[in-house]
């Protein structure tokens, strides 16, 4: 059971009998943001002068201001949990809304009894919400049925509620990138519903010119099916997928595109043909997957990789994969990422190798073969994202609950730890494939519209940012 302050574990009630006219009770509070979310999931009212700053600052008052009825929930609380308190009736309520609310402000909600019938039990009462300035911003009267039973109840603890912006890291990304040209993408093979409609919203959405590669009669025929205007997108005609893998990989060696995204085929073909030393699209530096997980119940995005490519991958793979992950949370404005090499032990132990590996990588971090991120490591996973877990343990790392990137042992416990943290933490995820000559993208069939076109949108920023690297050099 959950233990209460001693003030806040019981409501005592104010009977008819005690009520005298001119006593008064008030209660004082600070609007915020979550406030008025709140107020906003609870009551349905989605109005834009609450909610949407851009539309705000364009109104008469020129900034977000509470629901008018936030200050009336206000004048309920004190009718019902403070006086006359549990087993008061309301019946009644006039309001004059003379000021808006704004956030920030501190309102002090004060209540005094007007009027009492003996007959009745009905009570009147005076209703003022003053701000911080003493200013009336709301003003009325309340009727109600006072109780004429003592009553003193143990309060019921409140449930913690944590709000969260569900989508926020993708309209971030999205934002990041929409001040760009859209970059010229090959879609491989998007013969699926939900791969055609990805690319083709990427392109409504201004951030990709879509080159669409496979067997066109079934694309048309499926842009048909699902009622998409796919005319004006360029289309290379292939027979089957893998002849669509290696069309995509050729059209990026003769710079007709940008980046590839993958349709409606499996990982393996379609990175069969990226990776072939000859015709591929290899670099000096490891192909890696990383996967950017948006958790609500964590500050910041976090970079798991290699969730999909390096099914075991050596030190030196290790390495590239690192620093493929670095590059990638400061093209998305990370400053100084701070990557966490997670194992099942926080110490130095030979008969488990991921640690011996964890220690090599934070040396050659330190030997400035891997640079632009700060790199710890062994740890486990709960001392990465929580401080105190890694105060318990006394664990001394600047890491420790701050971490940006999490280097996963292999590519098994990587899809596994960033499946669940999707599915049972909500987290919400887009990726990438760094270190090839293009940037890569390979939804998974599961994915939503949402998270490919905020993948659609990491290219982006990775293919303009490669760019400029190029034109300064």
Known sequence: ML???????????????????????????????????????????????????EYAEKSMFHKIIAHGMWGGALISTVLGAKYPGPGTIYLSQSLKFSRPVTLGDTITVKLTALSKDEESHRVKFECVCINQHDKAVIKGEAE????????????VPLPKIRLADRYAGYQRLISMAEPLPAIRMGV???????????????AEAGLI????IGSETKIRALAEQENLDISQYRLVNTEHSQEAAHKGVELVRQLELDSLMRGSLSLQEMMHAVVKSDTGLRTARQMSHVQVLDVPSYSRPLFFTDTALNINPSLNVKRDIVQNAIDLAKILGVEVPKVAIVSALETIDPILPTTLDAAALCKMAERRQITGGIIDGPLAFDNVISKDAAEAKDIDSEIAGEADIILVPNAEAGHLLAKQIELLADGQAANIVMGARVPIILPGRADSQLSQIASCAMAVLVAHHRLNNQQTV
Do not use: C, W
């Not at 009977?15 to 709140?38: C, H, N, P, W």
């Not at 939900?194 to 919203?201: E, I, K, T």
């Not at 010119?209 to 669409?212: D, H, Q, R, Y």
């Open 188 to 202: 491989v093979h998007p013969v699926k519903a939900n791969s055609l409609h990805g690319a083709v919203h990427a």
């Open 209 to 212: 010119e879509p080159v669409l």
């Open 3 to 53: 233990i209460l302050p001693e003030d806040e574990k019981y409501l005592e009630n104010a009977t008819f009998d005690e009520i005298q006219v001119g006593d008064s009770a008030s209660i004082e509070r600070t609007l915020t943001m979550e406030d008025i979310k709140l107020f906003a999931i609870m009551s349905g009212d989605v109005n834009p002068a609450h909610l949407d700053e």
């Open 144 to 155: 109600v049925i006072a109780p004429t039973d003592k009553i003193r109840r143990q309060q």
